[in-house]
């Protein structure tokens, strides 16, 4: 079983639309989660961590579930340019390692 | 602005060549990885460094080595590649482990 797993879509969705999408963790000890951004043949890019309380950034908003161990990202008000591949990542207590989840591609159309 | 290079970013190689992939960053992190990236698998990290001269294993070392002489500097070989390790390498680095990891815009390598 992957560590991470994510539907990896499409999401095809007009401008303005509201779109969510999850990832589950399998390791119970996981402690840290983020949210990674990867444009079309671009390197991953930090998008926002995720924290135990839900946090927001301007039109993205993450939330954690430890009990089901998945983790959530909403967009609001979409942009055209935010159609790109979400990358959902996790990493373990004292790990020098993260754990990647294949990603959710959002594609949003005018 | 961070900033983390790799050597090429397409390079075609033959089967049973050896191949040199290398990676710079300026930000004086300790912490640099090599990833490789397939389509519906992610991100696997093939080897990492949390200092000069020391490596650890990823989750998929076989065929791969590193080097780590200079705090700047990673680099991946690949000492006899085969056609199964073609894919897009990215490279990344980190100051704290776990903390936010800068990518390198990555090395397509295609091996004939």
């Known amino acids: 079983r992957k560590e991470v797993e994510q539907d990896p879509g499409p999401f095809n969705v007009p401008e303005g639309a509201t779109v969510a999408f999850n990832c589950t963790y399998s390791?119970?000890?996981?402690?840290?989660f983020f949210w990674y951004r990867q444009d079309c043949r671009k390197e991953p890019k930090l998008l926002m961590s995720?924290?135990?309380s839900g946090n927001e950034d301007g039109r993205f908003t993450a939330q954690l579930n430890r009990a089901s161990q998945y983790i959530s990202l909403l967009i609001r008000d979409s942009k055209l340019s935010d159609s790109a591949t979400y990358l959902c990542?996790?990493?373990?207590?004292?790990?020098?390692?993260?754990?990647f989840g294949a990603g959710t591609t959002v594609t949003v159309r005018a | 602005d961070v900033k983390v290079t790799q050597s090429s970013r397409y390079l075609v190689k033959r089967t049973g060549e050896k191949v040199f992939l290398e990676c710079v960053q300026d930000m004086d992190h300790e912490n640099m990885f090599w990833y490789r990236q397939d389509p519906g698998l992610g991100l696997r990290l093939i080897y990492f460094?949390?200092?000069?001269?020391?490596?650890e294993k990823g989750d998929i070392p076989e065929g791969y080595s590193v080097s780590r002489e200079k705090k700047e500097r990673f680099s991946l070989i690949l000492e006899s590649a085969s056609t199964n390790q073609t894919s897009m390498y990215l490279c990344?680095?980190?100051?704290?482990?776990?903390?936010?990891?800068?990518f390198g815009p990555g090395t397509r390598l295609t091996v004939l």
């Open positions: 390791n119970s000890a996981s402690q840290s």
């Open positions: 990344a680095s980190s100051a704290p482990p776990g903390n936010e990891q800068f």
């Open positions: 995720v924290y135990s």
């Open positions: 460094s949390y200092d000069v001269k020391m490596k």
């Open positions: 990542v996790v990493r373990s207590f004292n790990d020098y390692k993260l754990s």
